[in-house]
């Protein structure tokens, strides 16, 4: 942090302003102005990310890592070029440590698959909890079925809040893996992450962070976290879709065979031996998504512009206001009351389905998630097949809260 | 699109008050239908009287549509035969999905589905119990899925 000398107060956080940087927000649905509340789905893209994409793909384009010619060492440079930009937004040692991947599902995948798959055997025990989305569930089953290891799931509480004394209690020498949300997608609360890592390490086991829903609401700084696995994902922050991160640890990227093999994953090929390329590489089998990755780059250049604590400032007051708003509506339940959480916020109305709500409030213009969220275990921990769910990004407004409040009304009226 | 059309007093109606809601123990034929994209549940239960269905009941948790197309459904089916059945649940499947198509004069209470249409999200919470009934009827105990 900045030595603290300045006597002004920071410029308060302008939404109006930062709104005007998303194009699609002007919308309109239903013959109403779009109001975006599903930015924990997929957030929305700034001009400066289009714009970066729209000129690697007019000026920059060719295939990385091959050609001599002039394009070539252009989207080169531009997709190393971004892989440094993502070292240094979450605070990486190196650029080696930089794999991009689809989405935080391909890189939960590629864990499971080349850590795990190689080295866990009957006995052995991956940690989950049981706030984890689908993505941080399934592959691991996966690997249970290939090695015969077993899954753990710490238990949540009735906030949704992990359990943390069940939690230490199910760390054991035979814990060789624990895989954690950052943040909950479902209901927003916030894992400690940092001691729960620690405890993890203590029993010798390798921590991977789910960071899908976190990247976007604070600053990340691998190192400081001590996770040896993060993923995200780039359309959640801002960026395109079909580009995510997985952070690793040198060491231990260095000591697990490839995932995929094919092109550009390899140093030399003959039918005999094939020798494998040197990280970050090595995981990145096939022509990778270049504009993808300079859209990434373009978003974290954009977020840091803001400020991501003056963002995460800023998600927290609607936050605030949400929850309060909604918690005066006797009708409303929210969903996950955890002590720290980012901003989601996952309720339900009495006597509404969640899908009868999402589709009333669409005719209002009002966009939320509604559904499991791909966190079918939550669901059935509270009892509900749904929630509808409000989350909020840097260009949400309290006005946005008022026409959530507004929208709920209207859902009252149809069919309560 | 105007939500009056998705949800008429009919659906509004049978959403609150659903006809034919519960088990029938024993029944000739159940199944359970399935929308894991948006968890809805439910479950048919039939009883035979040869090709006729003499008695239907249903029960489960899902959405207003979902749950007043089941009762509708269960109303509209109670005492028809296989293939009356299979002829209503055609002209059900084309009111769901067909912008063209009129409401037939056989579908009674039925047509007021016919908003659904314009929600396409919405359409497989209406044909959820429709796809059940026809699993209870064609292949017996059995769980069916709108995925």
């Known amino acids: 942090m900045a030595a603290n000398v300045s006597l002004a107060a920071p410029p308060p956080f302008d939404a109006e302003r930062v709104r005007r940087d998303f194009p699609i927000l002007d919308t309109m649905v239903n013959g109403r102005p779009l109001v975006y509340l599903d930015s924990a789905a997929s957030s929305q893209r700034p001009l400066a990310v289009l714009r970066a994409v729209e000129d690697y793909e007019t000026h920059s384009h060719a295939?990385?890592?091959?050609?001599?010619?002039?394009?070539?060492?252009?989207?080169?440079?531009?997709?190393?070029?971004?892989?440094?930009?993502?070292?240094?937004?979450?605070?990486?040692r190196s650029a080696r440590e930089i794999i991009f991947v689809r989405g935080t599902t391909e890189a939960i995948n590629l864990i499971a698959q080349a850590w795990g798959r190689p080295r866990l055997r009957a006995g052995d025990e991956i940690l989950i909890s049981a706030l984890e989305h689908h993505a941080n569930i399934?592959?691991?089953?996966?690997?249970?079925?290939?090695?015969?290891?077993?899954?753990?799931?710490?238990?949540?509480?009735?906030?949704?809040?992990?359990?943390?004394?069940?939690?230490?209690?199910?760390?054991?020498?035979?814990?060789?893996?624990?895989?954690?949300?950052?943040?909950?997608n479902a209901l927003g609360t916030v894992l400690p992450v940092k001691p729960l890592i620690e405890a993890a390490h203590a029993h010798g086991a390798v921590v991977l962070i789910d960071g899908a829903q976190a990247v976007p609401h604070a600053r990340l700084d691998v190192r400081a976290l001590g996770a040896d696995f993060y993923a995200f994902s780039g359309h959640k922050l801002y960026g395109p879709t079909g580009i995510g991160v997985l952070y690793g640890r040198e060491e231990l990227l260095a000591a697990m065979p490839p995932w995929q093999g094919g092109g550009d994953m390899i140093l030399t090929v003959s039918f005999a031996k094939t020798t494998y390329n040197e990280l970050p590489w090595k995981f990145e089998a096939g022509t990778p998504n270049m504009s993808g990755a300079v859209g990434l780059a373009a978003a974290m250049d954009y977020l840091e512009g803001l400020g991501v604590e003056a963002i995460a400032a800023h998600e927290q007051r609607l936050l605030q206001l949400a929850t309060a708003e909604l918690a005066r509506l006797p009708d409303i339940e929210i969903i996950g009351t955890a002590a720290h959480k980012a901003s989601v916020l996952s309720f339900t109305m009495k006597g509404v389905h969640p899908h009868d709500l999402g589709t009333i409030l669409d005719a209002e213009g009002v966009a939320v998630r509604t559904g499991h969220h791909c966190a079918m275990p939550v669901m059935t921990f509270f009892g509900l097949p749904a929630t509808a769910r409000a989350s909020f990004g840097c260009y949400n407004t309290e006005g946005d809260v008022a026409s959530l409040v507004q929208a709920l009304g209207k859902a009252r009226e149809v069919l309560a | 699109m105007d939500l009056k059309d998705l949800y008429r007093d009919v659906i509004l109606d049978h959403n609150r008050h659903p006809r034919n809601f519960g088990r029938i123990e024993p029944a000739d034929s159940r199944a359970d239908g399935h929308n894991p994209l948006c968890g809805d549940r439910l479950s048919v239960f039939v009883l035979l009287d040869g090709e006729r269905v003499a008695d239907i009941r249903f029960e489960g948790r899902g959405c207003a549509i979902s749950t007043a197309s089941a009762s509708l459904m269960t109303e509209a089916v109670k005492g028809k035969d296989r293939t009356a059945i299979r002829e209503l649940f055609d002209k059900v499947h084309a009111l769901l999905t067909r912008s063209e198509s009129q409401a037939d004069g056989a579908l009674g209470k039925l047509a007021a589905l016919s908003g659904v249409r314009e929600f396409p999200a919405r359409v497989k919470c209406a044909s959820l119990c429709w796809h059940t009934l026809n699993a209870a009827l064609e292949r017996g105990a059995t769980t069916v899925s709108t995925e």
């Open chain 1, 63 to 92: 295939n990385v890592h091959r050609g001599v010619h002039a394009l070539s060492q252009a989207a080169t440079a531009a997709y190393e070029g971004a892989r440094e930009r993502v070292r240094r937004f979450i605070n990486a």
């Open chain 1, 138 to 184: 399934v592959p691991w089953q996966m690997v249970c079925e290939q090695t015969g290891c077993t899954l753990q799931v710490a238990p949540i509480n009735r906030r949704g809040e992990l359990q943390l004394e069940e939690f230490l209690g199910l760390l054991s020498p035979r814990t060789r893996l624990v895989a954690l949300a950052h943040v909950s």
